[in-house]
């Protein structure tokens, strides 16, 4: 019989090491930094090289998820590879990715794209997949190379990273976070959209706040907490999607979340908004700190629009990943839209 829980067993990601200010991009457009970075909470982000792309991402990703499993490659047989800059219109990354990877020929693989929760979602479906028996270890990937269109409002937070998930079952040896249970919830909420042969996506503004993200946020925090009759005041960690650091900042308070609830997950003032990767990229800090039965809450958002939630339980201290040696290296605006408007092929 399958296990009546799935686990989360290995984790890892992947963050450029370069970096660009909002104060460079700021100064660029002629507008004042601090008015941005008091608007944003942001004060840098993640911009991939022109040889990267959310393949090259999600391969270290998945790389590192892979090592701190201690499994071997070949016994995942499913991977879902969200994003919202796939190298190839017609072309799947997953595909690549099991290649790349070497993962078990006989794979479930599919690219997914909701936004900002593709990444989230891919978890959904490998947690199902393992419940049902149907797989032994799956993996989910949130990757992004984000774009924006120069001198709008989102250039000063789109940025480029990846996260890697790998879920098993409860009673595998390797397992260390129980997946306890997972929601969504969905509306049909233009908010941000891209058209199939636009180079950047399109935003309503403000409208992007509300109905977007927090009535979605809401509402899937609302609808866990209920529905797994748990107490915010249970939860030890919560990561919330973080487009900017003031979206989250205002959930946060409107449910009296607590800065301490907050502070292991919340790296958008530095990285940025990794888009598909951002929850997810939240929740791997999250992982390497948490302890034995502590329950973390975690809440994506997609726009167009939907929200997944989580609940989840450590079973035991997880690993830790190795440290990043490398260098930040911050570009000038110059060198960010050069590297910005190189497609890799892959």
Sequence with gaps: ??????????????????????????????????????GLGVTEKAVAGADEDSFTLAFEAGTQAIATAGIRSSEISAIFAGSESHPYAVKPTSGMLAAALDLHPFSFCADLEFACKAGTAGLQIV?????????????????????????????YTAAAGAAAIIVGSESSEHAFCRIEHTISFTTDTPDFWRTAEAPYPAHAGRFTGEPGYFLHVRQALTG??????????????VVLHMPNAKFPGKIAKEFK?????????FIVPVIGNTYSACSLLGLVHVLQQAKKHQKILLVSYGSGAGA?????????????????ERQLHYISYGEYRRNSEKTPVS
Excluded: C
Excluded at 6 to 23: D, K, L, Q
Excluded at 127 to 147: C, E, L, N
Excluded at 224 to 237: A, G, R
């Design 1 to 38: 019989m399958p296990s009546p829980h799935s686990a989360i067993v290995g984790f890892g990601m992947y963050i450029p090491n370069n970096r660009i200010t909002v104060e460079e991009i700021a100064k660029h457009w002629g507008r004042d930094p601090k008015e941005i970075i008091n």
């Design 127 to 155: 947690d199902a997949f393992v419940r049902s028996g149907q797989i032994t270890y799956g993996m989910a990937i949130g990757t992004d190379k984000a774009q924006a269109k120069p001198g709008d409002a989102l250039e």
């Design 224 to 237: 866990i907490l209920d529905v797994t009759k748990t107490k915010l005041s249970d939860i030890d960690h």
């Design 257 to 265: 979340i607590s800065k301490e609830q907050m502070q292991a997950g």
């Design 308 to 324: 997944d939630a989580f609940l989840l339980t450590m079973l035991r201290d997880a690993p830790v990943l190795p440290v990043d």
